[in-house]
């Protein structure tokens, strides 16, 4: 896609979508493979349920229902879209997914690329397509955020199964020249903690012909330090909010919306409770879907776009964060 340059000086929020699996794990279920139980998993998390991908729910596929049905909401001719990006950790194929849902959209004039960052992955690729937009070489961009990691959970890990479920969220965004609804951002990520959630290779020696050795691919499944991580977050979120709305010379009382990733209604109520935002301006859907990786953000945003919750000019400060450790915010204003 080549550069076009109209002098754009901001991103407007056109469409949101989102898309989840039919198949629902709920906690008395899971507490039938693991030794745990609804009540320990409500009171811990607030999750009740949580989402599976089954035969036909790959990446690819939510990706691509998540980010049509915000193209439908933007009314977008499908071939204007120059840019998409899919944020995701697990993708169907590991050359990247995004070419495919481009296909499948028949989005023919878009580039279409993958961005990893774990669960801060949606609010990465959407601060990285805004810049496009913003820098005037783009107008009209998808950005997905979609993951699959019940297929790298350890089923047998009550520490961690539980929290994780499957989903997708998209958004559509547009450059403009008049406004900017993209009010600002941050990004941050520290290598030094990553061990404290990962999803390493699993790589087995194997021989390709006599002296010459190869390591065969694969991953293991997830390993968290549940209690660090969720130091890191309670600590690290309301840091990097409360400097951007400083920077950006917002009060929190200013902020219609907290839309944070949804790991853990605790970790949720502990964050506002730092910013003083109230609970009932929080978002919340983890109950439902439990942690969805890059996919949270843009599924909650979709739901409450859809019920008008969220309605237009509403002030929406957002904040990622996960294995890396990576960590992010924004503060947006929807429309
Ligand atoms: N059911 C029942 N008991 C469980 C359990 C489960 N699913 N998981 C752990 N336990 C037990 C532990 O074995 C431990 O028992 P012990 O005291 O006998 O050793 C006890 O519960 C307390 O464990 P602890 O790890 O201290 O629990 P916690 O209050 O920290 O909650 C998490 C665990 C995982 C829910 C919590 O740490 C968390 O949410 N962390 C953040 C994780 C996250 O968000 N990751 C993704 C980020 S993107």
């Not at 790959?58 to 499908?78: F, K, P, R």
């Not at 944020?87 to 993958?114: C, E, M, W, Y």
């Not at 950006?248 to 902020?255: I, L, P, R």
Request: proline content about 2%.
């Amino acid at each position: 896609m080549e550069g076009i340059n109209f002098n754009q000086i901001g991103v407007s929020f056109k469409g949101s979508g989102s898309y989840v699996p039919d198949q629902i794990l709920t906690n008395p279920k899971i507490s039938q493979k693991v030794d745990t139980s609804n009540e320990w998993i409500k009171s811990r998390t607030g999750i009740s349920e949580r989402r599976i991908s089954s035969i036909g729910d790959n990446v690819t596929e939510m990706g691509y229902a998540a980010a049509l049905s915000a193209i439908e909401m933007a009314h977008w001719d499908i071939k204007t879209i120059d840019l998409i990006i899919l944020a995701t950790s697990t993708p169907n194929d590991l050359f990247g997914s995004a070419p495919s849902v481009q296909a499948k959209l028949g989005a023919f004039n878009a580039v279409a690329f993958d961005l990893t960052a774990a669960c801060s992955g949606f609010l990465f690729a959407l601060i990285t397509a805004s810049q496009f937009l913003k820098g005037g070489s783009f107008k009209r961009a998808i950005v997905i955020g979609a993951d699959q990691l019940s297929s790298f959970v350890d089923w047998n890990d009550r520490r961690s199964c539980i929290l994780f479920g499957d989903g997708a969220g998209a958004l559509a965004i547009e450059a403009t020249n008049e406004f900017d609804n993209f009010i600002g951002f941050d990004m941050r990520t520290d290598g030094g903690r990553g061990s404290f959630l990962n999803l390493p290779s699993k790589n087995n020696k194997d021989s390709i012909i006599d002296d010459i050795d190869f390591l065969s691919g694969g991953f293991s499944s997830i390993q968290m330090n549940g209690q660090e991580v969720y130091k890191f977050a309670v600590k690290e979120v309301p840091i990097i909010l409360e400097k951007l709305l400083k920077k950006m010379k917002y009060n929190s009382d200013q902020v219609d919306w907290l839309l944070l990733h949804q790991a853990n209604q605790r970790i949720l109520d502990s964050v506002g409770e730092r910013l003083k935002i109230p609970r009932e301006k929080i978002l919340s859907n983890l109950e439902k879907y439990g942690n969805t990786s890059a996919a949270t953000i843009p599924l909650m945003m979709d739901e409450a776009v859809r019920d008008y919750r969220i309605k237009q000019n509403d002030i929406i400060a957002t904040s990622g964060f996960g294995a890396g450790l990576s960590w992010g915010a924004a503060l947006i204003k929807w429309g």
